[in-house]
């Protein structure tokens, strides 16, 4: 497809993947192949980010994001796709304080202890619009649907003076949420934070969720990719599918898009569903997506609309002396 916007630019990419095993053996019960689409989103700034909004402000900022991917969701339906990715602060952009990014931020439920499907069940908990509309996506195109977004859980700093909680009595988190036809089925924090003063660093854990046609996949954000935990983590635990939202700044000479991720990919020898925007003025141009032996990218700034197909066999055994220091 195209889609042109004086405002947006976009990448949609599509790729048929074959799916199997880290044995590089076909799982009973998998298909033997699926589609994953990543998306590039030209995002939708906050001109004044470090001027605290209201909520009402502040969502109608979010909606107009919200909006585009939508748009992209049907697209990629239409093409196929059973799991979607979108970029890391695709939502709400960046350059945020922690007081001005208040407005943005929803208390996400863990769904390791509640099940729960905002699309279907809107009251249920206050003020997740952005949830509520992410979950009728996945729910109304038939998709697994990663996104990420600002999240906020209260803590009891004030009752308890001994407690590690910020001042103003809420932990902020950089997340990804997943969704699997609109049911919230994974909740991810980035643990390694990049200048990012809007957020806190969460405690240690790797996240992984499992799908019917691909079997499971782990979840890591941007800056996550060049530390021990959780991204080798991952890989040692046999996970052989890393979602990789991503806002990655290129930094020469070796901090490069394209040479790190994929030397990851290739180096641990694990697909890479990577998805960044698109802003080159803060050198946010890259785009990339790497499936093993496979990459698809663009670095031109001026890049138009595409769609991309590729095929890519099951990798072979995870080789254990990758991981060691």
């Known amino acids: 497809f195209r889609f042109s916007s004086v405002r947006i630019k976009v990448l949609f990419l599509l790729f048929a993947v074959f799916s199997g095993s880290w044995t590089g053996q076909t799982v009973a019960g998998l298909d033997s192949s699926y589609i994953a689409a990543v998306f590039e989103h030209r995002v939708i700034l906050n001109p004044e980010p470090h001027v605290p909004l209201s909520r009402h402000h502040a969502l109608q ?92 859980q209260p803590c009891s700093g004030k009752t308890h003076p001994s407690s590690s909680c910020p001042p103003d009595g809420r932990w902020q988190f950089n997340t990804n949420v997943v969704f699997r036809y609109g049911l919230l089925v994974a909740r991810y924090y980035k643990q390694n934070l990049y200048f990012e003063n809007a957020f806190d660093a969460p405690p240690r854990e790797t996240i992984t969720f499992d799908t019917p046609f691909a079997g499971k996949f782990g979840l890591i954000t941007c800056f996550d990719i060049l530390f021990h935990k959780p991204t080798v983590t991952l890989v040692e635990k046999g996970v052989r599918q890393l979602i990789f939202p991503t806002a990655w700044m290129n930094q020469l000479p070796l901090l490069d898009t394209i040479q790190f991720q994929r030397a990851f990919s290739l180096g641990a020898n694990v697909t890479v569903l990577a998805k960044q925007f698109f802003i080159p003025l803060f050198k946010y141009i890259y785009v990339c997506t790497f499936l093993h032996d496979m990459i698809n990218h663009d670095n031109t700034a001026n890049s138009k609309n595409k769609k991309r197909q590729g095929k890519l066999c099951s990798p072979p055994p995870f080789h254990r002396r990758w991981g060691v220091h």
Not at 82 to 106: A, C, H, K
Not at 144 to 152: C, E, P, S, T
């Open 61 to 152: 900022h979010l909606q107009k994001n919200l909006d585009v991917y939508e748009e992209q969701a049907a697209r990629a339906a239409q093409q196929g796709a059973q799991i979607l990715v979108f970029p890391e602060d695709g939502l709400q952009g960046f350059n945020f304080t922690r007081t001005s990014i208040s407005g943005y931020l929803e208390t996400i439920p863990d769904p390791q202890q509640e099940s729960w499907n905002p699309c279907m069940e809107p009251d249920k908990h206050k003020n997740t619009e952005v949830l509520q509309r992410l979950s009728c996506m996945a729910r109304r195109f038939n998709l697994y649907l990663v996104a990420n977004m600002a999240d906020m």
